[in-house]
């Protein structure tokens, strides 16, 4: 499927973390045909495996590739006389909640919007400050009767954007993080299979990361891979914000360098960018990377990780705004790197003879 | 001298390989076994003289923190992050080396003739700060950094001498406590002694939780370099630790109880074998023991320190005599753990 496709559909679905059941059909479906088997562990998380193609001497390797599929969202928290109060999941700025729509799941889905008073019935004190949580509100339309019938505490409420294409092969939408990252994967499982690749890969859209990394920590314990790979989106150049931190969109996939990251990891994938002539950036991280990353590092006695990130602006806004030419270049980094590992790499990373 | 060459040396927290191959020097030939694994730890074991089946974890981490360069501006100027905790305060009109080829550069600042009286005493963050290395360009600069790089203070060793035989010197956190380990390494113990010289304690224990995993001990004891603020202060506060007091016992600090009985093995030990010591004032700082004893299904563990003046700033100060202590102390706390009930 082409990439402006897949990332509109992977946008537009729902996922908040804990709910992440519709993305991960829609992920299942597009795997399907360049994986041998799928399934679901016990948190959620979608696992694929695509072999590898080894000889019966050479030990069986395996790379696993994770890009989180929730996204944040709302939960309802009150019924208030025909508005629904709701708090949050994951992180989010505030400022950017009045006026958003969204679709509150209840017994069905009701579109619905974060309302807020007009400037003509607002105090001129309030106006410059931000509206604190305990005052928004989601008006769905309904009176109050209706809306106790259709909706209860603890339903979703998901964030509502259609994407949107702007020039350049930009395209900004909700969800880009980390949607924009399982389109990386899709992309890498498809060129993948037109290439020789002699270690196993675990393909694993991850669940809640958005609320501490939990799908990663599961699963990775779970596949045990021999080394793992995470894949997310980075803070892009945007105005107002300075360039020491950020990257820049439209200039290739991130490579993340920092303890976070092993070294060598790090070296093979800038090596295969230079060696392809693959765009790409570095993303120096002194500490926690904020991603999937962190947790797979750490699964058990320990596993040699990387992180490839895709540039992005406005994270955490339903104006997430990326590169096309980005999420191409991601797939076939990706691809590319999988291809070329070989039992030589195993030693140089030092890697035990796999028990069978 | 090891203290000298482990304090000179970089292991700034994601890059200790430098550390890691002294320290491998100075142990190779004492140990029956060492490995490294994923994120860097080297691990050595000691098999113990067959007396006792216990397995014991010693752990000391080998990073110090530091920077790492973030942007390289277009006239030159590198900016960069703290890796680790570290008040930007101190890193005012600093010198630090930067990446394997130790370039020289200095955290530079406006004269003092050219600040208004307001902006002087207005701290600066890290975000004003920027590391000079002499160019002018971008370009330049490239040619000597690149994006990522480490870079650690700036500072010899060097001993002061006195009553208290002190030393100077940067990252005594934790590079006393990887001297100490080094020298329990060189004896043999009724158990099987596993050593971890651990990676990236200082931005959240994190070799320390993959090491205690592998190893799987039955009892850890972590040797660390700790505060020591015993100095003029505003309240009347007891220090976390006074110089020259003698090796520090955690009782808790913000993530461990320690655990009772091997702290009251540590004192019994002291109490016997008149080895001068002190505790740790509770409730502050954290140590990779923090992590240790959450492992799998969880390890009895307590941390042995030496105090250190100005941790997390380029120079700090210790005590010959409270390394000494340390490493004294757990010795004769070793030959002594055997005789310990640990059952519940």
Known sequence: MQVKDLMQQLSEAQGVSGYEAPVRELVRHEWAAYVDETGVDALGNLIAVRRGQTDDHSPRRSIMLAGHMDEIGLLVTKLDEGFVRFSTVGGFDLRVLPGQEVTVHGRRDLSGVIGMRPPHVTDPADRDKVVPLEELFVDVGLPGSELNAQVRVGDVISLRRPFTELANELVSGKAFDNRAALVGITKCLEHLSTLRHAWDVHAVATVQEEVGLKGALTSTFGIAPDIGIALDVTHGDMLGVSEV?????????????????????????????????????????????????????????????????????????????????????????????????DEGFAQQLGLEPPST | MLL???????????????????????????????????????????????????????????????????????????????????????????????????????????????????????ALEIKDLAIDIGVSSRDEA???????????????????????????????????????????????????????????????????????????????????????????????????????????????????????????????????????????????????????????????????????????????????????????????????LTERDLSR
């Open chain 2, 142 to 336: 490239e040619n000597h950094v690149k994006l990522g790089d480490y870079a650690s203070f700036d500072v010899a060793y060097e001993e002061l001498g006195g009553e208290l035989r002190t030393a100077k010197g940067k990252a005594f956190d934790d590079r006393a406590g990887c001297v100490a380990l080094v020298r329990l390494l060189q004896q043999r113990y009724p158990f099987d002694f596993y050593g971890a010289f651990t990676v990236q304690e200082e931005i959240g224990a994190r070799g320390a939780r993959v090491a205690a995993h592998a190893i799987a001990p039955d009892v850890a004891f972590v040797l660390e370099g700790t505060i020591c603020d015993d100095m003029p202060k505003k309240r009347d506060l007891s220090p976390t630790t006074s110089l020259g007091a003698g090796p520090a016992i955690t009782l808790m600090d913000r993530t461990l109880i320690a655990d009772r009985r091997l702290v009251r093995l540590l004192v019994d030990t002291a109490e016997e074998t008149g080895i001068a010591h002190q505790f740790k004032q509770p409730g502050r700082g954290s140590t990779d023991a923090g992590i240790i004893h959450l492992s799998r299904q969880g390890v009895p563990s307590a941390v042995v320190s030496a105090p250190i003046r100005n941790l997390h700033s380029p120079v700090s100060v210790l005590s010959l005599n409270d390394l000494d202590g340390m490493v004294q102390l757990m010795q004769e706390s070793m030959y002594r």
């Open chain 2, 4 to 122: 000298r060459q482990l304090s000179e040396a970089f292991g700034v927290s994601g890059h200790e390989g430098p550390v890691r191959e002294l320290i491998l020097g100075a142990i190779q030939d004492h140990v029956d076994d060492h490995r490294v694994d994923a994120l860097g730890n080297l691990i050595a074991k000691k098999r113990g003289d067959g007396q006792s089946s216990l397995k014991v974890m010693v752990a000391a981490h080998m990073d110090e923190v530091g920077l790492m360069i973030m942007h390289i501006e277009k006239d030159g100027w590198l900016r960069f992050q703290p890796v680790g905790g570290i008040d930007p305060r101190i890193l005012v009109a600093k010198r630090v080396l930067i990446g394997d080829d130790r370039v020289p550069g200095v955290i530079g600042v406006t004269p003092v003739h050219l600040l208004d009286r307001k902006a002087s005493s207005k």
């Open chain 1, 245 to 341: 931190d950020t990257v820049r969109i439209g200039e290739g996939p991130a490579i993340g360098f920092g303890p976070n990251i092993h070294p060598l990891m790090y070296a093979r994938l800038l090596e295969t960018a230079k060696s392809y002539e693959i765009a790409h950036q570095i993303e120096p991280i002194p500490g926690r990377s904020g991603t999937d990353a962190w947790a797979m590092q750490v699964t058990r006695a320990g596993i040699p990780t990387a992180l490839l990130s895709i540039p992005l602006r406005y994270m955490h806004t339903t104006v997430e705004t990326l590169s096309l030419r980005d999420l191409e270049r991601t797939g076939r980094l990706l691809a590319l790197f999988v291809a070329s590992l």
